[in-house]
């Protein structure tokens, strides 16, 4: 692909795309099912203090090295997380509870836990819970966040375990009436990639019609899993995205590092139309129809003929950071499934991510709306 990328660079520039966009999210969604999966996090919240940046807490702990440091925090309690469970309350909070999902993952090991009982309770129609859950503390900074994560459970999440606890009837009525999945998480759980594979093989083997599935991927910090690991999931795209329409999401420093496999040069490089570069190279060296890049002040989407960039609503002072990729995820895959092309998809996800940081909720498909409408009036605030 070639083309030059088609640049939005400012809330003006999208305009064009807000009849379009209102119009899609005011409508009466069409009845949607869909199977989500398959980690399940348990994240204690760390609010810094001081230091409160991460620009400013990084040397700090380099100067200490070898002695000690203390620092200020605030602690926030405990909350369900995991990019499954957080993608799926997200999806549901966007059409107000009213679809149809499954959960697979790593919810509690024989019965789900109270967090996540109580968390999905009314969004997720079926769970499926496969394992423990894993633990991650969440240090939270004014620019960002360090996941210090305790993966222990993520190893029992198998294609075995997944047949054990839901027998081949329920894995095939899930993926004859699916119009989408989400599958997120590939960093964190080492043997999930078999169940992918094998997700996209069953669909086809039940006959379902190539291509009429939406298949969203998330690697979600993935610098952990050896360069094998890599070059298998690579190696595994061409038969999903045969069965499957995909949609691979990277945040920067994800596809950053994807890139140097292909021979980028892009860390560091943020501006539209690096990350539109980045987000072509990438289309071109994997076999998924859509690469998404989501820096925290927009988003590109490289498809076979095309790439744009549009930017997102940027706060300042984030409320919440941990599930931002995630409303942004929930948001594209909305979009997508509402017909808005790769522009409105964009914004749509941007949208979601601007509304939930300010807000640390998700809002519904006409809060999106409005949400839209004062940002381009200039009136868009902090904190909602």
Not at 19 to 37: H, N
Not at 98 to 116: H, M
Not at 313 to 338: E, H, K, R, W
């Amino acid at each position: 692909m070639s083309q030059k990328p088609h640049l939005y660079n400012s809330i003006d520039d999208l305009c064009s795309l807000l009849p379009a966009f209102k119009t899609a999210l005011i409508q009466d969604p069409p009845p949607l099912k869909g199977l989500v999966g398959f980690d399940g996090f348990v994240d204690t919240f760390i609010r810094m203090r001081q230091p409160a940046s991460m620009a400013e807490f990084g040397p700090k702990v380099a100067e200490a090295a070898g002695i000690a440091a203390s620092y200020a925090v605030n602690h926030e309690g405990d909350k369900f997380g995991g990019n499954g469970p957080l993608f799926i309350a997200a999806f549901s909070d966007l059409f107000s509870n009213q679809v149809d999902v499954s959960y697979i993952g790593g919810l509690g090991a024989g019965k789900v836990e109270p967090i996540f009982a109580e968390a999905l309770d009314g969004k997720v129609d079926r769970i499926f819970s496969l394992a423990p859950s894993a633990h991650s503390d969440c240090l939270e900074f004014t620019d960002g966040k360090i996941m210090l994560g305790d993966f222990d459970a993520c190893n029992e999440i198998t294609l075995e375990r997944m047949q054990e606890v839901m027998g081949q009837d329920a894995i095939d009525q899930e993926l004859n009436q699916a119009q989408f999945i989400s599958a997120v998480n590939w960093g964190k759980l080492p043997h999930v990639g078999e169940i992918w594979s094998y997700l996209a093989s069953q669909s086809k083997a039940l006959g379902r019609t190539p291509k009429e599935v939406l298949f969203f991927m998330d690697l979600a910090e993935f610098e952990h899993r050896s360069e094998v690991d890599v070059q298998g999931l690579i190696a595994s795209l061409s038969d999903i995205t045969a069965q499957f329409t995909t949609l691979m999401s990277f945040n920067l420093k994800e596809a950053w590092q994807m890139g140097d496999r292909f021979g980028g040069s892009f860390h560091g490089k943020k501006d539209p139309a690096s990350v539109s570069e980045l987000a072509t190279l990438l289309r071109n060296h994997l076999d998924v129809d859509k690469i998404i890049i989501h820096p925290n002040d927009g988003a590109a989407c490289a498809d076979a003929g095309s790439c744009v960039f549009v930017p997102g609503p940027y706060c300042q002072s984030p409320l919440i950071s941990t599930g931002a990729g995630d409303n942004f995820g929930a948001g594209c895959v909305a979009a997508s499934l509402m017909g808005l092309d790769n522009a409105g998809m964009l914004l749509a996800g941007n949208s979601t991510s601007g509304y939930f940081v300010r807000s640390g909720r998700t809002p519904g498909l006409t809060d999106l709306v409005t949400f839209v409408e004062s940002w381009a009036a200039g009136s868009l605030p902090e904190r909602l």
